[in-house]
Structure formats: C-alpha cells, structure tokens
C-alpha cells in the first residue's frame, strides 16, 4: 500500500476538539493499515486502532475508544511529570493495545447478542485500571457503562446484572463514598438473594451472594466509625447494620471480625455478658482460621470484662492465655494491652511497683508502634502508680503545663508527662 493511497478521510487531525468531525469521517471508507503505514504516513496511534476497530465492524469500541481519550483531556489535568503523561491513554501504546483487544472481544459478544458476556467483559476490563490511581477514571466509566448495557439488555435479575453493582458498589467504597455504594450493593444484594451463583467461574469461588454481605459489614462499619463520636443513633444503626450483613456473608474471616467489633460495641454499653457472647463467638473464629493476633485481643478483652465483673479467677485465665500466646514476642501491641490491664490490676490492688513495671512495659511498646493515646493512657496510670514517690514534682509539672495551655488536651497531657527532651517518664 503506497503513501499516497493512505490519504484517509480526515483522521490525521487532532482528536482534541474535533471529536465530531472524527466521527463523521469514520464513518466513510477507511481502508486498514498496517504498523508500518501509520508510522511512514505519522498518523497517531489511536486513530489508527480507532480505524481498524470501525473497519472490523467495532463501531461502537471505534467510537469509545475516541471519547475516553476526550474525556481524560477534559477531566483529568495534565501534570509536569513526565513518567505520567507517557500513561495518558493517547501516549500509551500499551494501553491502546489492551483496550483494543478488549474492546474489539467484547463488541464481538454484543454482534453475536451474547449479552451476558459482554457485560463481564466490561466489568474487566474496569477492574483492570483499579489498582492505577491516574487510571480509576477509566474504572469508573466501565462500570457505568457495564450497568448501562444491564438495563439496555433487561440483565438485572441476572448474575451479571448483580455482578455490575456488585463491582461498582466495590469502586465507591475504595473511593470512600459510603452513602452511594451502600445504596448500590444494596441493589446487588437484593439481585442476588436466594442464588447461588457463584463469583467467579473458578473452581471453589465463593458466592456472589456472601461477598456482597462482606462488601455491605465493610460500608456499614465505616459508616458506623463516621458517626461514632457524633451521632449515637446513627453509630448504633450503622453498627446492627454491618453485623447483621457479616451474619449473613457466612464467611469465617468476616465472622471473626464483626464478632470482635460488635462485642466492642455492646462492652461500650455496658453490655458485659452479651458482650462476652459476642467475643466467645469472636474467639472460636479466630481459632477455626488461626488468627493469632485476634485471638490474643479477644482473650484481652475477655479478660477485661471479667475484671469488670469481679471474676478474677477468669480474669487470670485469660491472662495467661495471652502471657503463652506473647511469650516470644514482646513489641506487639496484644502484649501491650495485657501489660495496660496488668497495671490496671496492680494499681487496684495496691501493689504499686508491679503496676509501674507492667504500665512501664506497656507505655514503651505503644511509643514504638506510633500509639500515642494508648501511651499517654499507660503513662498516666503510671503517674498515678508512682504518685506517692513523685507527688511533689507531679503538682509542679501540672501548674508548668496550666501556665502553658489546658492541661485536658492530649497534647499538654502528653508534655506532662514527659519531663526531659530524651522523653523518659518522670518517674
């Protein structure tokens, strides 16, 4: 094919600003090229696989392909590095190459009305830019379009129909826009009630249905930490809310945590013995899928409620699992916390230089994982622990940081008792 025979209608121009025009001239005669034509002749990639998607009988991907890279110039900014804008969707002809492949499969599955088809093939090709921050734009638009075709093709009632929102209410939580996607895995969930079709065509793949209810306890617990500290009614709603979905999900992991999360909820209401129950429940989870770290901080929290409730022998009993469970591992923050409640017991017994050591043990690891709230909790037990001895220099520190700012904020709290630039405790 000669240079000369390649002069197509028009698609040499830029498509910013032109797409219209583009449009018109695909729609005439355009002869395919080969790579060597495009490159002798300097026609831009895109308008290249754009013109053999339209020849091949692609029209719509020809089509689409031309507006998603209009839609990233118009949406998303260009920026002075380099390593980014060669992934500009019209810079990238590794992109270009897999999105025309995948483009030209699925329109394939429409010509031949294998609906079903086309519609997982969209949704792939969305989660495929997921995990590229500068690609979610592009993520976005198959899962739209991929919800669009259900409705165009009456796929609501099926498995691909509750996939589609399964997969997008999955995008918005990632994007942190709770509302929407606890709205739209709603949807997916009543879709999906009562099937059991599966999630993927794997071997051994969970059901839609479970993972749905994993997807909603996530949204759900999120929305309930939102309104924790606001909004009681909301926190309380949002909590019976993500236990009731991971019930349902039947999934041991899910279990394990919402078990552990609701106990923390009813423990904050003073529940004690309902909140027992729940970490019971927490606990044999945790064993059935041998999650050590969780096991650990439920046998903390057990342990803490029947120090509440006066059962000191099970109290002990649950601190020494916890002692067997850290034997060899003393920075973790499950050993922290059974050192914080040993303290704690010290200091209500009276033996105070077992208190210090245990707050001391505590207030160290909690500095090294980053914990600063839990630190300062040990450290002013601490305080507390070795008031007697330091009392003097405690009054004085307090009237120093009164002088300076209220001595309620963490953070003049936090100066108090740290009292030389090495940050030792003052006692």
Known sequence: MSTHSIVRPGLTTAIIGHLPAIKLRLRKKVPQLTFQDVRRSR?????????????????NAAFLLLQLIEYEHDRVPPTSDQSIEKKRLKNSKKLLNNLFTSLQETENYKIKKQYENEVENLLAIGRSFQEDKHKRWLARQFFLISLDRCQDCTLESTRVGALANYYYGMFLLEEGNLQDAASVLESAKSQAVRQTWPLDHGIGATLLANEIHHRLFLVYSKLAEQFGATNSAKFEFYSRLSHA????????PVLCDSYLQYGDFLLDRGEYREALNSYKQSLKRAKFIFAKDKVCKINNRMAAIYRRLGETKECIHHLQMINRLTVHDKTSECYAEMQLLNGE???????????????????????????????????????????????????????????????????????????????????
């Open 345 to 427: 017991i010290h200091l209500e017994n009276g033996q105070l230089q077992e208190a210090v050591d245990a707050l001391d043990m505590a207030r160290v690891v909690y500095e090294q994982l980053g914990k600063d709230l839990k630190m300062i909790q040990a450290s002013c037990f601490g305080a507390l622990a070795a008031g007697e001895k330091h009392f003097g220099l405690f009054v004085q520190l307090v009237r120093d940081v009164e002088a300076r700012g209220f001595s309620s904020d963490n953070d003049s709290l936090f100066k108090l008792l740290r009292w030389n630039e090495k940050s030792a405790p003052f006692w």
């Open 43 to 59: 026609i831009p990639f895109y308008e290249a696989l754009a013109s053999e998607l339209y020849e091949s009988g692609c029209v």
């Open 245 to 252: 979905a991971a019930i349902d999900s039947n999934l041991e």
